[in-house]
C-alpha cells in the first residue's frame, strides 16, 4: 500500500511537472490583438480591429463534428500545406462559428501576415480572408469544452447581455485557447458581436 502512494505521488508530481514545460511555451503564443472596451461582473465587450484568418466552411452542426475535421485542414495549411511549403506560426484563439446553416472554422494569422503576402493554400477548402472591425460581448468558462457548455454559455451571454440592454448582431462564436494535451489553466470563450457605441 505504501508503494503504491509514492507512486501515486511520484506519477501526480510528473503530470504537474509536465503540464509545466507545456504552459510555458504556450503563454508565449501570439494572441489576436484586441483591447478591452468594459469590464462587466460576468461578462466583458472588447473591440477587435480587423484581422487576416485562414477558414474553412463546413456542414458540421456540433462542435465535436467540426473541431476534429476542421483542425486537421487548418493545421495542415500551417505546418506548410501551401505553395510555398512556409511553416506559419500557431496563434490563438481558434474560432468556430457553429450553426445550423454554415459553420465556419478559423486559424488567425500572426500579424506580421497580410492576405496579400499569405501563401496560397494547397487544399481549396483553405480560404484566406480578412475580418471586419467588431465590438464582441464575450463570457469565459474553463476545462474541456463541449456542445453542452457552449449552448449553456451562449445562453447565459444572451441573458446577461438582455439584462444590460446590449444588443447582439449575428451568430454566437466559440474561442479555444489551448491544446489538447494541456490540462490546466485551459481556456474558453462565448463572444457575439454587438451594437456598441463608445461613449
Not at 21 to 33: A, D, S
Request: charged residues 25%.
Amino acid at each position: 500500500m505504501k508503494m503504491f502512494v509514492i507512486i501515486l505521488v511520484v506519477v501526480i508530481l510528473l503530470i504537474v511537472l509536465l503540464q509545466s514545460f507545456t504552459i510555458m511555451p504556450i503563454n508565449k503564443t501570439e494572441e489576436q490583438k484586441h483591447s478591452l472596451v468594459r469590464k462587466y461582473k460576468d461578462f466583458e465587450i472588447r473591440f477587435y480591429p480587423s484581422a487576416t484568418i485562414a477558414t474553412i466552411n463546413s456542414n458540421a452542426k456540433t462542435y465535436r463534428d467540426l473541431s476534429g475535421p476542421g483542425f486537421q485542414k487548418l493545421a495542415g495549411y500551417i505546418f506548410g500545406g501551401n505553395e510555398t511549403n512556409k511553416k506559419i506560426s500557431m496563434t490563438t484563439p481558434v474560432q468556430m462559428d457553429i450553426n445550423d446553416s454554415v459553420s465556419t472554422m478559423s486559424f488567425v494569422m500572426p500579424s506580421e501576415f497580410t492576405k496579400e503576402n499569405l501563401p496560397k493554400p494547397n487544399d481549396p477548402n483553405v480560404n484566406i480572408k480578412n475580418t471586419a472591425d467588431e465590438y464582441v460581448a464575450v463570457i469565459r468558462f474553463g476545462g474541456y469544452a463541449s456542445d453542452e457548455d457552449l449552448k449553456f454559455y451562449s445562453e447565459k451571454l444572451q441573458n446577461l447581455l438582455k439584462e444590460n440592454g446590449i444588443i447582439p448582431v449575428g451568430n454566437y462564436r466559440f474561442l479555444g485557447y489551448n491544446p489538447p494535451f494541456q490540462f490546466i489553466g485551459r481556456r474558453n470563450e462565448i463572444i457575439v458581436a454587438v451594437e456598441w457605441k463608445e461613449k
